[in-house]
T-cell receptor, first 114, second 111 residues
């Protein structure tokens, strides 16, 4: 049973470019949340997708957008990259309903903007 | 004021010591509470959920005081392998919905 998988694991981009990060949730999970973790900080909630729609959003600008596909996998897109976007981007999957309330995290994508 | 506040540490303790981490949260609507562990350059992993009645898992004890909006984690008989960052986490509903993380408390257990 595969856990949460993210790709790529590492990425280097130039300021102003656009990036797409990908996440496949744990088998049986229907909800994907994205988090940004800067060095020395706790993860910060970006947004959450369920039933292919953005359900909740944190305090991030519109440059951050996402998508969820019918197979529950998800993408995070960041446009017009800034140096401050350099961080570890974590995907977490969970079930909206049911007894399994734990959120499982992928290993993350480490994005460096130069 | 941050929604979840923790002492960032680091806490340097000898092997076998007992160490306590504290956390406060500001949103009284918070309904679920957790401690996550994060090893260096790895993803966070659930250590334990926290309940009002308090709960214990081996050497780890977690407590929640809703009136004071305070969460604690006690680690007894520390092991070298306990060295990690411990993240205090609150959620509004269940574990799968939006989670708000503290900055984490770094623990280093030394010989």
């Amino acid at each position: 049973d595969a856990g949460v998988t993210q790709s790529p694991t590492h990425l280097i981009k130039t300021r102003g470019q656009q990036v797409t990060l990908r996440c496949s949730p744990k088998s049986g999970h229907d909800t994907v949340s994205w988090y940004q973790q800067a060095l020395g900080q706790g993860p910060q909630f970006i947004f959450q997708y369920y039933e292919e729609e953005e359900r909740q959003r944190g305090n991030f600008p519109d440059r951050f957008s996402g998508h969820q596909f019918p197979n529950y996998s998800s993408e995070l897109n960041v446009n017009a990259l800034l140096l401050g976007d350099s961080a570890l981007y974590l995907c977490a999957s969970s079930l909206v309903r049911g007894a399994d309330t734990e959120a499982f995290f992928g290993q993350g994508t480490r994005l460096t903007v130069v | 004021r941050k929604e979840v506040e923790q002492d960032p540490g680091p806490f340097n303790v000898p092997e076998g010591a007992t160490v306590a981490f504290n956390c406060t949260y500001s949103n009284s609507a918070s309904q679920s509470f957790f401690w996550y562990r994060q090893d260096c350059r790895k993803e966070p992993k659930l250590l334990m959920s926290v309940y009002s009645s308090g709960n214990e898992d081996g050497r780890f004890t977690a407590q929640l005081n809703r009136a004071s909006q305070y969460i604690s984690l006690l680690i007894r008989d520390s092991k070298l392998s306990d060295s990690a960052t411990y993240l205090c986490v609150v959620g509004r509903r269940g574990g799968g919905n939006k989670l708000t993380f503290g900055t984490g408390t770094q623990l280093k257990v030394e010989l």
